[in-house]
């Protein structure tokens, strides 16, 4: 059973080669594609491509309740969200990693919950990532010699478009790195008890600088700097310890009403 899930974002692709793969059904519909067994640093873990195997759900669109049931039904605690992101600030720059500690929420219209009633919980979010799992891929990132920042807030927009010049000078104000898919895929696997962390790489200046960002140098700096990404995952998972000491499955002792 993988203990560990990773969902890959834009432009990650073959993270291992998989030994299996599960076609899971969900009460909120299919994953973004069959989930894919296989093994990284000799530890067994799931894999599902965030948006579709051929990157047929745009971010808004991404069935992510069903991706973390799938996980969770497959025996999954840890959840690892490899995420490309536009930089907000001059020293976040394209290529660096960010081992994000923080998210602000600016999306509009997705299924944030697993609880739409008769049963309420309310989740706490005020520390929402896993301090082992941030902690090992951190000192695993400083260890491989790749620019890595230990912290960051992630702004999560709706998209699929692009933030305006003035909108991305707002969110320089309180965040350091940009994206559309934080959210809710953290909130859910939260709810369901699981640890989450988000290896986000960026790849662009955003447009509060010079140049608008566009889909196709994201892209092409993501499958740039993937090596890292797939370096990291392979040193770092095997480092995961098996019991979980995070307490982040401690908010399920308090969550309903
Ligand atoms: C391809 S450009 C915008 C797209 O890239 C990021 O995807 P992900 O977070 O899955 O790596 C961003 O959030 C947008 O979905
Ligand atoms: N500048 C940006 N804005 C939103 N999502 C992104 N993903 C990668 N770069 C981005």
Same mark, same amino acid.
């Given at each position: ?114 609880? %739409? ?8 979010? !005020?520390? #929402?990532?896993? /301090? &082992?799992? *941030? +902690? ?89 700097? %993937? ?8 040193? !770092?998972? #095997?480092?995961? /310890? &098996?019991? *979980? +000491? ?12």
């Amino acid at each position: 059973m993988p203990r560990i899930g990773i969902i890959g974002g834009s432009g990650v692709y073959g993270v291992f080669e998989p030994k299996e793969t599960v076609k899971v059904h969900t009460p909120y519909g299919r994953p973004s594609a069959p989930v894919e067994i296989g093994e990284i640093g000799g530890v067994e873990v799931a894999f599902i491509p965030r948006h579709g195997k051929h990157h047929e759900f745009p971010p808004h669109e991404v069935p992510y309740r069903a991706n973390i049931w799938a996980l969770k039904e497959l025996g999954v605690e840890r959840i690892i969200g490899v995420t490309a992101v536009g930089s907000l600030r001059e020293e976040y720059r394209p290529g660096d990693i960010v081992i994000t500690d923080q998210f602000i929420d600016f999306t509009k219209k997705r299924d944030y919950t697993f609880y %739409n009633g008769p049963r309420v919980a309310h989740v706490s979010m !005020a520390d #929402p990532f896993c /301090p &082992e799992m *941030r +902690k090992i891929f951190y000192e695993t990132a400083k260890e491989l010699g790749f620019p890595v920042h230990e912290k960051g807030t992630y702004v999560c927009i709706e998209g699929p478009r692009f933030s305006t010049r003035a909108e991305s000078f707002m969110f320089r104000q309180y965040a350091h790195i940009i994206g559309m898919t934080l959210v809710p895929e953290i909130n859910l696997a939260r709810e369901l008890g699981m640890c989450y962390a988000n290896i986000a790489t960026v790849t662009d200046y955003d447009v509060w600088a010079d140049k608008p960002v566009d889909a196709q140098e994201v892209l092409r700096v993501m499958a740039e700097n %993937n090596y890292k990404v797939q370096e990291l995952l392979r040193k !770092a998972i #095997p480092r995961i /310890p &098996e019991e *979980r +000491k995070c307490g982040c499955a401690d908010v399920l002792k308090s969550m309903f009403v």
